[in-house]
């Protein structure tokens, strides 16, 4: 212990060196709040979720800090363990009394294959609470299997979402085999002339005079769900690769059932119906976490596929530091480096291959996406109530997490995706236009901060994959210590 102090007083910023249980108890909370938000009406304007999403937000700013009470800190995992039991059930239930989607066509069964597969993996959850952990591991593969059962079926009597997003993928698809640029197609314009969703001067003749929107990662990490018969496939596939990357980033059954948490929000089901891309995002992001928490190398490889998956996870960069446990210039310098560079060979043949494409509809059309009043924004409940706030407001505000983290945030793979999830949080809460994507992006980053998590008094962390021989000696000598 004595070793432990002295370590703690030379380290080169005055962080906390330890998660804690206090702090993963506020994002568990934080995770089920957001979902129940958008569960309510599927991510659009509602006085409630507005509510519901402040207290949540609220939550996950305080978990940046990561505080310590000592009614928390003294009975550990137990706490955890049952707000987890209590968050999975209230989402079960959530689940089973309404629709995964809103453009199904179920058939003469209805809902209840859908139903009855909830239900199976309630009784698995709550077997997975209480059970030793080989079957807890079993639990959480059956889990996952129903998961992908379920997945299918959202899919299967949901051929053809009336959304953008799906179309957009569709028409890319369909120019890439045929050698052309996705980034110079147009789409169809699918929801009228009149739609508050696309600004006039980009509609004519009936179609949106905008291409892919996404980095082409995005495009290529969806195009062998494409293959098979429809991309939301590989979209569903990115979601159980970032469950299993939760689950096992650290021993012990609280991975499992956040894992669980994420898998089986209220509306992670209509997330996949409606197309969106957000679980290859959260994908990347555990798998920074999960090669973070073991020391891997590979790190910022990892890192920079996941800078190229969507225009707003640069902002991820601000923090990234927090990934090796320590603020040294030289080092965070060279892993941002690399992810950057990383990130810019990915783009750079679509670039070289359509640069005035590949500007137009990755960048600048989206300087105009249009105010949306129906988002889950606190810009749009300003303006329901006649006041006018630009969005610079969330830019300014992006300062409250980002200064929190520096301040008080822990310097662990958690601390990075907590500070993250608080910055979009900020972000995207005071934005033109957000819906639920957007927070099923931040329940994601939430969830990961938990899973990745190791308090005092946890189960020891898995053998890291690179060790310098003095690492290894002083860990030697502080459990030595801490056993005698």
Known sequence: MLLESKLSRSAETPSPVEDSWTAAALLVAAAILFGVAVQIRNGRYS??????????????????????LKIVEGRGDSILLGLLFIGLLAQFAQLAGQAPGIYLKPGPLGLRVFQHGIGAVAVL????????????????FAALAIHFVLGVWTISVSPDPAIDVFTVHTEAFK????????????????YGDDTPFYVKSTLAGGRVQVGYPYPPLGLLLALPGHLVGDFRYATLVAMHGAALF???????RIGALVALLYLFTPRAFFVLEQAWTEPFVVLGFSATCFLACRGSRRVPIVL?????AKQYVFLAGATAFFLDGKFAWRRTAKTLGIAAAIAFATVLPFVVWDFDGFLWSVIEARKTT????????????LDNHDIVVGGWVGLVGMAVPLGLAYWRGVRSPSGFATSVAALYFVAFSFSVAAHCNYYYLVIGLLCIAVAVMRPAGALEEPVVLHRSPVSVKLETSTRAGDDS
């Open 47 to 68: 006085v409630p979720a507005f509510f519901l999403i402040a207290i949540a937000g609220v939550l996950a700013l305080f978990a940046v800090a990561n505080p310590r």
């Open 125 to 140: 959850a709550g077997v997975a609470v209480v059970a030793p952990l080989r079957t807890v591991r079993a639990c959480f």
């Open 175 to 190: 120019a890439l085999f045929a050698g052309e640029s996705p980034f110079s197609i147009t789409i169809p314009n699918i």
């Open 246 to 252: 939760m689950a096992f980033a650290r021993p012990g």
């Open 304 to 308: 920079g596929f996941l800078f190229a």
């Open 370 to 381: 249009p105010f949306r009043p129906d988002s889950l924004t606190f810009l749009a409940w």
